[in-house]
T-cell receptor
């Protein structure tokens, strides 16, 4: 079945440093979504990427979807303590159903003030 | 809108007991999902529903049952609780079935401890 791998599993940074998490799928994706989960909270939708090579920005966050639609990345510039949490990618298999997402295991980001 | 609501927030069960985790959404979403989240393991899909009266198994359905009698409600049933079912359970819903058009909205979660 479809697998979505995410690295790194953990990342600790000093406030102001940059952060990147990578997501790789074993199969071609129709789209990929990113979610953020604060400690003790629930996943919250951040963004969805659909097109090959797509790049989207949300303030200090930059999301990329690979040309082959099998990988994605989330980059945070100049991290802040409010960025703390676990970032999940979730992909939908291009050949599968339209309503099931496969989640990566997430990257836990901690920020030292 | 309240969005997706879940009850209870926390529950302790003894092995072999049964319980129902409640989930409701007021966004008129057709699609609803149950996930479990174990530490460091991401989200695993238990069951999902594409509309009232229609449910299907996800990745880890064993030990669970669901029903969807209305668009709003999607309860998850544990019949014989086992320690392996200790986890955080999230219910989610979404509106669109079109590829590229779907966002999942998550409830606050239910923390379940089976002893």
């Amino acid at each position: 079945g479809q697998q979505v791998m995410q690295i790194p599993q953990y990342q600790h940074v000093q406030e102001g440093e940059d952060f990147t998490t990578y997501c790789n799928s074993s199969t071609t994706l129709s789209n990929i979504q990113w979610y953020k989960q604060r400690p003790g909270g629930h996943p919250v939708f951040l963004i969805q990427l659909v097109k090959s090579g797509e790049v989207k920005k949300q303030k200090r966050l930059t999301f990329q979807f690979g040309e082959a639609k099998k990988n994605s990345s989330l980059h945070i510039t100049a991290t802040q303590t409010t960025d703390v949490g676990t970032y999940f990618c979730a992909g939908r298999n291009s050949g599968g159903s339209n309503y099931k997402l496969t989640f990566g295991k997430g990257t836990l980001l901690t920020v030292n003030p | 809108n309240a969005g997706v609501t879940q009850t209870p927030k926390f529950r302790i069960l003894k092995i072999g007991q049964s319980m129902t985790l409640q989930c409701a959404q007021d966004m008129n979403h057709n699609y609803m999902y149950w996930y479990r989240q174990d530490p460091g393991m991401g989200l695993k899909l238990i069951y999902y529903s594409v509309g009232a009266g229609i449910t299907d198994k996800g990745e880890v359905p064993n030990g669970y049952n669901v029903s969807r009698s209305t668009t709003e409600d999607f309860p998850l049933r544990l019949e014989l609780a086992a320690p392996s079912q200790t986890s955080v359970y999230f219910c989610a819903s979404s509106y669109s079935r079109l590829a590229g058009g779907e966002t999942q909205y998550f409830g606050p979660g239910t923390r379940l401890l089976v002893l």
